[in-house]
T-cell receptor, first 114, second 114 residues
Framework: GDSVTQMEGPVTLSEEAFLTINCTYT??????LFWYVQYPGEGLQLLLK?????DKGSNKGFEATYRKETTSFHLEKGSVQVSDSAVYFC?????????????FGTGTQLKVEL | NAGVTQTPKFRILKIGQSMTLQCTQD?????MYWYRQDPGMGLKLIYY???????DKGEVPNGYNVSRSTTEDFPLRLELAAPSQTSVYFC?????????????FGSGTRLTVV
Protein backbone atom coordinates (compact mmCIF):
# COMPACT_ATOMS: atom_id res chain seq x y z
CA GLY A 1 0.00 0.00 0.00
CA ASP A 2 0.87 3.67 0.00
CA SER A 3 3.36 4.90 2.57
CA VAL A 4 5.29 8.03 3.51
CA THR A 5 8.61 8.08 5.32
CA GLN A 6 10.02 11.25 6.81
CA MET A 7 13.04 11.99 8.93
CA GLU A 8 12.70 11.61 12.65
CA GLY A 9 12.90 14.58 14.93
CA PRO A 10 13.19 16.64 16.83
CA VAL A 11 15.23 18.87 14.57
CA THR A 12 16.75 21.79 16.47
CA LEU A 13 18.11 24.77 14.55
CA SER A 14 19.29 28.25 15.30
CA GLU A 15 17.33 31.15 13.86
CA GLU A 16 18.28 31.94 10.23
CA ALA A 17 19.66 28.44 9.65
CA PHE A 18 18.79 26.42 6.54
CA LEU A 19 16.13 23.75 6.96
CA THR A 20 15.68 20.46 5.16
CA ILE A 21 13.15 17.84 6.24
CA ASN A 22 13.37 14.71 4.12
CA CYS A 23 10.29 12.91 2.83
CA THR A 24 10.08 9.88 0.55
CA TYR A 25 7.02 8.00 -0.55
CA THR A 26 5.76 4.74 -1.99
CA UNK A 27 2.60 4.78 -4.05
CA UNK A 28 0.92 3.18 -7.01
CA UNK A 29 -0.16 5.55 -9.72
CA UNK A 30 0.44 9.27 -9.55
CA UNK A 31 -0.18 10.71 -6.09
CA UNK A 32 -0.46 14.33 -5.09
CA LEU A 33 1.98 15.36 -2.35
CA PHE A 34 1.49 17.71 0.57
CA TRP A 35 3.23 19.25 3.54
CA TYR A 36 1.08 20.04 6.56
CA VAL A 37 2.18 22.00 9.63
CA GLN A 38 0.84 21.75 13.17
CA TYR A 39 1.55 24.59 15.57
CA PRO A 40 1.25 23.86 19.29
CA GLY A 41 -2.36 23.41 20.39
CA GLU A 42 -3.73 23.75 16.86
CA GLY A 43 -4.94 21.50 14.06
CA LEU A 44 -2.97 20.61 10.95
CA GLN A 45 -2.77 23.31 8.28
CA LEU A 46 -1.84 22.84 4.65
CA LEU A 47 1.58 24.40 4.04
CA LEU A 48 2.13 23.54 0.38
CA LYS A 49 1.30 20.95 -2.25
CA UNK A 50 2.38 19.56 -5.62
CA UNK A 51 0.19 17.56 -7.95
CA UNK A 52 2.59 16.21 -10.58
CA UNK A 53 6.23 15.41 -11.19
CA UNK A 54 8.63 18.40 -11.14
CA ASP A 55 5.99 20.68 -9.63
CA LYS A 56 7.34 22.97 -6.91
CA GLY A 57 5.04 23.90 -4.06
CA SER A 58 5.88 27.02 -2.06
CA ASN A 59 4.42 29.05 0.77
CA LYS A 60 5.76 31.30 3.56
CA GLY A 61 9.34 30.79 2.37
CA PHE A 62 9.04 26.99 2.40
CA GLU A 63 9.53 24.98 -0.80
CA ALA A 64 9.28 21.37 -1.89
CA THR A 65 9.73 19.80 -5.32
CA TYR A 66 7.92 16.65 -6.45
CA ARG A 67 10.72 14.30 -7.61
CA LYS A 68 9.23 11.23 -9.25
CA GLU A 69 12.62 9.69 -10.09
CA THR A 70 13.64 9.64 -6.42
CA THR A 71 10.07 9.43 -5.02
CA SER A 72 10.85 12.38 -2.76
CA PHE A 73 9.26 15.63 -1.63
CA HIS A 74 11.80 17.25 0.70
CA LEU A 75 10.80 20.41 2.56
CA GLU A 76 13.27 23.31 2.57
CA LYS A 77 13.50 26.83 3.90
CA GLY A 78 16.45 29.12 3.50
CA SER A 79 16.22 30.95 6.84
CA VAL A 80 14.06 29.64 9.66
CA GLN A 81 12.48 31.76 12.37
CA VAL A 82 11.44 30.94 15.92
CA SER A 83 7.84 31.17 14.73
CA ASP A 84 8.46 28.18 12.42
CA SER A 85 8.69 25.88 15.44
CA ALA A 86 6.02 23.25 14.83
CA VAL A 87 5.46 19.66 13.73
CA TYR A 88 5.65 19.09 9.97
CA PHE A 89 3.82 16.23 8.24
CA CYS A 90 4.46 14.95 4.75
CA UNK A 91 1.41 13.33 3.12
CA UNK A 92 0.17 11.91 -0.14
CA UNK A 93 -3.21 11.50 -1.71
CA UNK A 94 -3.90 8.18 -3.31
CA UNK A 95 -5.15 9.49 -6.66
CA UNK A 96 -3.89 12.26 -8.88
CA UNK A 97 -7.34 13.80 -8.67
CA UNK A 98 -7.23 14.09 -4.91
CA UNK A 99 -8.44 10.72 -3.78
CA UNK A 100 -10.47 10.14 -0.70
CA UNK A 101 -7.86 9.95 2.01
CA UNK A 102 -4.42 11.19 2.95
CA UNK A 103 -1.54 8.93 3.88
CA PHE A 104 0.71 10.69 6.41
CA GLY A 105 4.28 10.37 7.54
CA THR A 106 5.05 10.26 11.25
CA GLY A 107 5.73 13.98 11.54
CA THR A 108 8.96 15.86 12.27
CA GLN A 109 9.16 18.28 15.16
CA LEU A 110 11.16 21.43 14.42
CA LYS A 111 12.50 23.62 17.20
CA VAL A 112 14.07 26.93 16.28
CA GLU A 113 16.12 28.72 18.93
CA LEU A 114 17.45 32.27 19.12
CA ASN B 1 -15.43 31.53 11.08
CA ALA B 2 -14.95 28.61 13.46
CA GLY B 3 -13.85 25.98 10.90
CA VAL B 4 -13.71 22.47 12.41
CA THR B 5 -14.45 22.28 16.13
CA GLN B 6 -13.65 19.21 18.20
CA THR B 7 -14.76 18.55 21.76
CA PRO B 8 -13.51 17.64 24.27
CA LYS B 9 -9.82 18.59 23.96
CA PHE B 10 -8.76 16.07 26.60
CA ARG B 11 -10.41 13.04 28.15
CA ILE B 12 -9.42 10.15 30.40
CA LEU B 13 -11.57 7.01 30.17
CA LYS B 14 -11.53 3.80 32.12
CA ILE B 15 -11.39 0.48 30.26
CA GLY B 16 -14.86 -0.52 29.11
CA GLN B 17 -16.38 2.95 29.30
CA SER B 18 -17.92 4.59 26.26
CA MET B 19 -17.78 8.11 24.92
CA THR B 20 -18.49 10.23 21.86
CA LEU B 21 -15.96 12.57 20.33
CA GLN B 22 -17.76 15.51 18.78
CA CYS B 23 -16.84 17.16 15.49
CA THR B 24 -18.68 20.11 13.93
CA GLN B 25 -17.84 22.18 10.88
CA ASP B 26 -19.51 25.38 9.73
CA UNK B 27 -18.16 25.51 6.17
CA UNK B 28 -20.87 23.40 4.53
CA UNK B 29 -18.26 20.80 3.58
CA UNK B 30 -19.52 17.52 2.17
CA UNK B 31 -16.54 15.35 3.11
CA MET B 32 -15.58 14.66 6.70
CA TYR B 33 -12.90 12.40 8.18
CA TRP B 34 -11.70 10.97 11.46
CA TYR B 35 -8.00 10.23 11.94
CA ARG B 36 -6.04 8.96 14.91
CA GLN B 37 -2.41 9.66 15.65
CA ASP B 38 -0.42 7.35 17.88
CA PRO B 39 2.95 8.44 19.32
CA GLY B 40 5.67 8.31 16.68
CA MET B 41 3.21 7.31 13.98
CA GLY B 42 1.48 9.08 11.14
CA LEU B 43 -2.23 9.77 11.12
CA LYS B 44 -4.42 6.78 10.31
CA LEU B 45 -7.91 7.09 8.80
CA ILE B 46 -10.68 5.64 10.98
CA TYR B 47 -13.88 6.55 9.13
CA TYR B 48 -14.98 9.06 6.55
CA UNK B 49 -18.19 10.45 5.11
CA UNK B 50 -18.93 11.90 1.68
CA UNK B 51 -22.22 13.47 2.73
CA UNK B 52 -25.08 13.32 5.20
CA UNK B 53 -26.28 9.75 5.65
CA UNK B 54 -23.19 8.18 4.02
CA UNK B 55 -20.23 6.79 5.94
CA ASP B 56 -17.44 4.36 5.13
CA LYS B 57 -14.58 2.60 6.90
CA GLY B 58 -11.00 3.72 6.70
CA GLU B 59 -7.84 1.83 7.62
CA VAL B 60 -8.50 1.29 11.34
CA PRO B 61 -12.27 1.24 12.02
CA ASN B 62 -12.43 -1.54 14.62
CA GLY B 63 -13.78 -0.38 17.97
CA TYR B 64 -15.38 2.77 16.56
CA ASN B 65 -18.70 3.85 15.08
CA VAL B 66 -19.77 7.00 13.29
CA SER B 67 -22.93 8.64 12.05
CA ARG B 68 -23.59 11.60 9.76
CA SER B 69 -27.16 12.79 10.25
CA THR B 70 -26.36 16.37 9.25
CA THR B 71 -23.79 18.05 7.01
CA GLU B 72 -22.28 19.84 10.00
CA ASP B 73 -21.74 17.02 12.49
CA PHE B 74 -19.68 13.84 12.38
CA PRO B 75 -19.42 12.27 15.86
CA LEU B 76 -17.10 9.35 16.59
CA ARG B 77 -18.32 6.78 19.12
CA LEU B 78 -16.17 4.48 21.24
CA GLU B 79 -18.36 1.78 22.78
CA LEU B 80 -15.95 -0.23 24.95
CA ALA B 81 -12.79 1.75 25.47
CA ALA B 82 -9.52 -0.18 25.38
CA PRO B 83 -5.94 0.96 26.14
CA SER B 84 -5.13 0.52 22.44
CA GLN B 85 -7.46 3.44 21.73
CA THR B 86 -5.23 5.84 23.64
CA SER B 87 -4.38 8.35 20.94
CA VAL B 88 -4.91 11.84 19.60
CA TYR B 89 -7.98 12.06 17.38
CA PHE B 90 -8.31 14.56 14.55
CA CYS B 91 -11.43 15.44 12.63
CA UNK B 92 -11.12 17.01 9.18
CA UNK B 93 -13.42 18.23 6.43
CA UNK B 94 -13.30 19.44 2.84
CA UNK B 95 -15.78 20.59 0.24
CA UNK B 96 -15.24 17.84 -2.32
CA UNK B 97 -12.95 15.25 -3.78
CA UNK B 98 -9.99 16.44 -5.81
CA UNK B 99 -6.70 18.05 -4.97
CA UNK B 100 -8.15 21.54 -5.42
CA UNK B 101 -10.19 20.97 -2.26
CA UNK B 102 -7.99 21.43 0.77
CA UNK B 103 -8.55 19.73 4.11
CA UNK B 104 -9.41 21.71 7.22
CA PHE B 105 -8.42 19.99 10.46
CA GLY B 106 -9.67 20.42 13.98
CA SER B 107 -7.23 20.91 16.85
CA GLY B 108 -7.60 17.35 18.10
CA THR B 109 -8.88 15.38 21.10
CA ARG B 110 -6.30 13.71 23.32
CA LEU B 111 -7.79 10.51 24.75
CA THR B 112 -6.21 8.30 27.40
CA VAL B 113 -7.73 4.94 28.33
CA VAL B 114 -6.58 3.53 31.67
Amino acid sequence: GDSVTQMEGPVTLSEEAFLTINCTYTATGYPSLFWYVQYPGEGLQLLLKATKADDKGSNKGFEATYRKETTSFHLEKGSVQVSDSAVYFCALSDQAGGGNKLTFGTGTQLKVEL
Amino acid sequence: NAGVTQTPKFRILKIGQSMTLQCTQDMNHNYMYWYRQDPGMGLKLIYYSVGAGITDKGEVPNGYNVSRSTTEDFPLRLELAAPSQTSVYFCASRMGQGVVYGYTFGSGTRLTVV
